[in-house]
């Protein structure tokens, strides 16, 4: 990083960018949102903020109350839809951000492709290892921009840390990760809300499960889907660790693991749900490279409950989203530390929309971050090593 350049100077580069290239003839890119849920609604809020000249049109969403809620963050009227093939028929809208649960992630972002739509998919991209090579084929295939949403590649102390450490070499080889992100409640079932015993007469349960076989209405599987494997990748690791590994892809520019562990089990009450709440996973990677997860529901401080720790023979680097601290090996040397910056991956998301540039994460990175995740999960529920396979490639 060119150290004439202030932190702050490049949270303004990054925004002031999305701003900057010509969509059309009047440049601005008008969005649609499929699943419409907190975190559709939040993603919206993020490309409230950018610079960028952009026009909210339609979201689709199987419960209205949702679809409602998106309309004021839209800030005007849009038109809404209880199925996603309403929004990507229409000619008007030229991307979308999908925020469904995980098990609709592949099917929606495939036809988004086929659209002609551009995409931002929320992470894992994937629910099934052979999904990722139908997500890369029709992005390739329709030419079009895809970003996976593990933001952490565009936050500007990320980005920072990176070039500092990492590409300057000063970490020196690192041999071992380490990731922890423990005391997450929602990824424990939560009761529901005591008024929704019965389904919403707005809520269309169908579509909540998409192809997957019917069950009846279940209020906490609506509200806490991450902790049922129907709809989510092992939310500790498809939530939690997809967003840790895909740093450690980026940084050290690995991909293909050759081989994973992973034990954990269901510690503090089966509560009706089916994933892990207590989890431990060894993924390694050529080159001599150990990357380690631990993740639990049981230590619920939210002090120092989430940390990346890359261990290098120059020093040891702790990054996560509340900024970075780099340890030298040099005794006598001061620890280097820095502040969080603002998430800028909506706002480079759009940037690239309009330059036709890859975006910060990519089909092809997205893949191979779900499959560090995938390959854990298939050791958990077979009880041993997993070693990567060639068809897992794209």
């Known amino acids: 990083m060119n150290p004439t350049i202030s932190r702050r100077g490049m949270v303004a580069a990054m925004t002031a960018a999305s701003a900057g290239r010509i969509l059309g003839a009047n440049g601005r890119i008008r969005l649609g949102v499929i699943g419409a849920g907190g975190r559709g609604r939040y993603l919206m809020s993020n490309a409230n903020k950018t610079a960028s000249n952009i026009q909210w049109v339609a979201a689709a969403d199987a419960y209205d109350v949702q679809r409602d809620q998106a309309e004021k963050v839209a800030g005007v009227q849009i038109d809404k839809y209880v199925d996603y093939r309403n929004v990507l028929d229409r000619n008007d809208i030229d991307a979308v951000i999908i925020a469904t649960w995980d098990h609709a992630h592949c099917e929606i972002a495939v036809a988004a492709c086929q659209a002609g739509k551009d995409v931002y998919v929320e992470k894992p991209l994937t629910l099934h290892p052979m999904e990722g090579h139908q997500i890369v084929k029709a992005v390739r295939q329709h030419k079009r921009i895809l970003q996976t949403g593990t933001q952490q590649r565009s936050y500007p102390h990320f980005v920072e840390a990176k070039e500092r450490f990492i590409d300057s070499g000063k970490i020196g080889r690192v041999t071992m990760v380490r990731t922890i992100w423990n005391g997450n409640g929602a990824y424990r079932n939560q009761p529901p809300p005591p008024n929704m015993a019965q389904q919403p007469s707005g809520m269309d349960w169908n ?5 997957l076989p019917k069950v009846p209405w279940d209020a906490k599987r609506y509200f806490n889907h991450y902790v049922y ?3 989510s ?7 939690l660790f997809v967003h840790m590994v895909d740093v450690v892809h980026w940084y050290l520019k690995v991909a293909k693991p050759l ?7 269901i510690y503090l009450g089966l509560e009706g749900r089916d994933t892990a709440d207590n989890i431990n996973s060894i993924v390694e990677y050529p080159g001599g490279l150990l990357v380690t997860f631990e993740a639990n529901v049981t230590d619920m401080l939210a002090k120092e409950n989430a940390d990346i720790v890359f261990m290098g023979t120059g ?3 702790h990054i996560f989203r509340y900024g970075y601290r780099f340890l030298p090996v040099d005794k006598a040397a001061a620890p280097v530390t820095a502040e969080a910056t603002p998430e800028l991956h909506v706002a480079n998301w759009l940037d690239c929309v309009r330059s036709r540039k890859p975006a910060a994460c990519d089909e092809e990175a997205g ?13 958990y ?13 794209v």
């Open 207 to 211: 579509v909540c499960q998409a192809r």
């Open 229 to 231: 494997w129907d709809y």
């Open 233 to 239: 990748t092992n939310a500790q690791m498809g939530g």
């Open 259 to 265: 081989a994973a562990m992973c034990m954990g089990g």
């Open 315 to 317: 020093g040891r680097l």
């Open 367 to 379: 893949h191979y971050s779900a499959m560090a995740c995938h390959i854990c999960n298939i050791s």
């Open 381 to 393: 529920k077979e009880k041993r090593r997993v070693e990567w396979r060639k068809e897992w490639d």
